[in-house]
């Protein structure tokens, strides 16, 4: 893992300038993000917060290079990827973004190693892919449990599998979209304080989330609202 104070020194990871999303959708045009101007750091924890429609997981999906912005560029190190092929998009996904969901998105019939173990697989990675993947289970706490399936998990075991999934290729930014929408309070704090600890080890992570307590553990707050960028609050 990187060390969080050399990055951070290193300058902007991530930087949108004037980015606009827009959806048209018959005669109407839906503006999911309007003019947006932001920058994140190598290492930044993160909160995106708002109302639903703010433009909070469009924000999220064109930082995950899920979508692309209608105009405005969006620099990732440097590079304005905005501009990417389909092809390009596909590789800072399996390479430089680590994602993490709601409803966690496993393989239901699928062992907990297996599951960690497709972004390796899909990146055409080769050799200890295995041992990758017990690796980055025991980084959450579940080396015990690489070989359950996600029947036979709880909740909260079920997102730290997904978690583990989303580091298991040493990514920059791990992007998590309402991941304790679905978990009671101690096993939302519990997984929390593993995005806070891969934050201390150098990776970004940013959390949509409409919880002010969970939005309160990060040490920045990006609120939207009407696809603005209405405040940006360090703590």
Not at 1 to 17: H, K, P, Q, T
Not at 64 to 89: A, H, I, K
Not at 209 to 221: A, F, L, Q
Request: net charge negative; glycine share 8%.
């Amino acid at each position: 893992m990187r060390n969080n104070e050399e990055n951070i020194a290193d300058g902007s990871f991530i930087e949108l300038i004037k980015l606009n999303k827009f959806y048209h959708m018959g005669e109407y045009t839906v503006e999911a993000l309007k003019d947006v101007d932001l920058t994140i750091r190598h290492g930044e924890m993160v909160a995106v917060m708002g109302p639903s429609g703010s433009g909070k997981s469009t924000l999220m999906n064109i930082l995950g290079c899920l979508d692309r912005p209608t105009s405005g560029s969006y620099l990732l190190n440097g590079e304005d990827v905005s501009t990417f092929t389909d092809n390009q998009f596909a590789q800072i996904r399996n390479r430089t973004a680590g994602f993490v969901f709601q409803n966690f998105n496993l393989l239901a019939r699928t062992q907990a190693v297996e599951n960690v173990a497709l972004p390796l697989l899909y990146s055409g990675a080769r050799g200890n892919v295995r041992e990758r993947a017990l690796e980055a289970l025991e980084m959450v706490g579940l080396g015990d449990r690489w070989h359950h399936k996600p029947n036979e998990l709880s909740g909260g075991q079920l997102q730290r599998v997904a978690i583990a999934r989303a580091i298991v290729n040493d990514p920059e930014i791990i992007l998590a979209d309402e991941p304790t929408g679905n978990l009671d309070t101690k096993a939302g704090d519990e997984i929390m304080e593993i995005f806070a600890d891969l934050h201390k080890r150098g990776t970004a992570v940013i959390v949509v989330t409409h919880d002010p307590d969970i939005g309160s553990r990060c040490p920045r707050v990006l609120r939207f609202r009407d696809g603005m960028l209405v405040s940006d609050e360090k703590r």
